[in-house]
C-alpha cells in the first residue's frame, strides 16, 4: 500500500506558478512511476504527465513547456511546477503511484487560476 498526500495547490492568477508536491508513505517510493493528473469541473480526468522511476519524464501537449515534473526519491515526493498557468489549468490535481498492475491515487488539490 502507498498513502500519497497532495499540498501547494491554491488561487493563482493566470500568468503564475505554482508548486504542487506528493509525498509518498507505506512502500518504497522509487520504484514507482509518479503521475499528475488533473479533473476540471464536469470533465474526465486528465493525464498532465508523468516520471518513472528512471526519471524520465513525459508531459501531455497542454502543459509542455510549461510544466515540470521532478521526483526527491530520499523525500518520498514527486514535485509538480506550472508555470504560466492559464484559466484552463483550473481543477483538482491528483497524484497517482503506479507500478504494473497497481495504481494508487492521492485525495487530490485545488487549482484556480483566475483571468
Known amino acids: 500500500q502507498v498513502q500519497l498526500v497532495e499540498s501547494g495547490g491554491g488561487l493563482v492568477q493566470a500568468g503564475g506558478s505554482l508548486r504542487l508536491s506528493c509525498t509518498a508513505s507505506?512502500?518504497?517510493?522509487?520504484?514507482?512511476?509518479m503521475g499528475w493528473y488533473r479533473q476540471a469541473p464536469g470533465k474526465q480526468r486528465e493525464l498532465v504527465g508523468g516520471?518513472?522511476?528512471?526519471?524520465?519524464?513525459n508531459y501531455a501537449d497542454s502543459g509542455k513547456g510549461r510544466f515540470t515534473i521532478s521526483r526527491d526519491n530520499g523525500k518520498n515526493t514527486v514535485y509538480l511546477q506550472m508555470n504560466s498557468l492559464k484559466v484552463e489549468d483550473t481543477g483538482v490535481y491528483f497524484c497517482?503511484?503506479?507500478?504494473?498492475?497497481?495504481?494508487?491515487w492521492g485525495q487530490g488539490t485545488q487549482v484556480t487560476v483566475s483571468s
Open positions: 497517482n503511484a503506479q507500478r504494473v498492475s497497481v495504481n494508487f
Open positions: 507505506g512502500s518504497i517510493f522509487s520504484i514507482y512511476t
Open positions: 516520471i518513472t522511476s528512471s526519471g524520465r519524464t
